[in-house]
C-alpha cells in the first residue's frame, strides 16, 4: 500500500472534538423570523437543524465528542458535553427502544438547557450585548483541559485529537470586543484549534472573518437561510485533517479592518504606534497604551506613527519597499524642541505610507 494511501486511512481513523457555540440573541432571532425576509428562519427551524448536524458528528465515530457553548445577552454558559454523564445533571432522558441513546442524550440537554437559559433573561427590560467572547473562551478553556489534564492522569488522545470550534452568529460585531477577539485568535492558533464560522443572519462579521482565516477555518455567509441545514453538512461537518482532500467552501475577501483604541470603532485608515501596535482613529500625541511620545506638538514633527490600510492582508514586502525608497528627514541640529533626541527615537525614525 502506497504512503498517501496510508496516511489518508490514519486521517480517516482519527477522532475529532466540536465545540459548537450558538448565538443566543432573542432580538436578533425575532428579526430573522421576519416573514418580510427573503428566507427566514425562526429559531425552532434552526434548533432542529443544529441537532441534526450534531447527531451526524456523534454518528460518524464513536470516538467523535461534543461541547455545545450558548452566546447569551450578558453571558455566556455551557449547554452540552459529550464527557459529562446525563444522568449526572439530571438530564438522562427516559429509556426509549426506537430511538439512539447517544442522539436523544444531546436533543433533550441541548434543548432544555436553552430553554432554561432563554427563560431567565425573558424579564430584561433591555438586552445586553452577546457575550460572544465568552463562550469562544470557554470553549477554547475547555479544548486545553482536554490536551493538557491535570497532573497524574494520562492524556486521552480520542478527545484531544484534531480539535475545532464552530460558531454560528446572528449577532453583528461590537467594536469593544477587538482586543478579546484577537487574544482568542492567538490562543487557537497556538493550541493548533480551527475555528469555522457561519454568518446566519445578520451584516458580515469583520472579526469572525479575520478569526476563520488566521487559524484555517471556512467562514461562510448564508444566502439562502432556507439550505441551512445542507451548508452545515456540506461545509462544516468534516473535520480539519479531511479538509485539503475536499472541496470545502472558504472565503475568497477577507475583511482586515480593526478596531481603533481610543473609541472603539472599526476603522479603514488608522494610525499604529511603533512600540505597542496599538491603533489609533487619528494621529495623537502620546499614546494611551504605552505612553510614548508620539508626536511633538510644539515642533508638530510627528515620529513613530505608521499609517495603515486594513482593507487588506498586511504586505511586508511592500511596506519595506515603501520604507527604502521614502526621502530621509535629517533632524535640526540632532535636536528636537532643544533637547537631544532619545535612543529609542533616533532607533525608529518616522514614516508613513498608505497600503493597499
Known sequence: MSAGKCETINIMDGSSHLSLIV????????????????????????????????????????????????????????????????????????????SYRPFKLVNSVVANSIQKELDLIDGLTEEPPVALVGALTKALCFINRLAHPPSGTVADETTSADPRILILSVSPDLSASYIPVMNSIFSAQKLKVTIDVCKVFGEETVFLQQAAHLTGGSYIFLERRDAFLQYLMMSFLPPPSLRHIMAVPRQDKVDFRAACFCHKNIVDIGFVCSVCLSIFCSPVPVCSTCRYVIADMRTSQSRLVIFLCFRTKFPMKTLQRLNASRPSIPPANGTSNGAPRPPSARANPGMSASLR
Do not use: C, R
Open 23 to 98: 448565538d443566543l440573541s432573542p432580538s436578533q432571532w425575532h428579526l430573522s423570523a421576519q416573514s418580510t425576509n427573503t428566507h427566514p428562519l425562526s429559531f425552532q427551524t434552526f434548533l432542529s437543524h443544529v441537532l441534526t448536524f450534531l447527531n451526524s458528528h456523534i454518528a460518524a465515530k464513536h470516538e467523535n465528542t461534543l461541547a455545545v457553548f450558548g452566546a447569551l445577552p450578558g453571558k455566556s454558559t455551557m449547554l452540552y458535553s459529550s464527557l459529562d454523564a446525563g444522568s449526572a445533571n439530571g438530564n438522562d432522558p427516559p429509556a426509549d427502544a426506537n
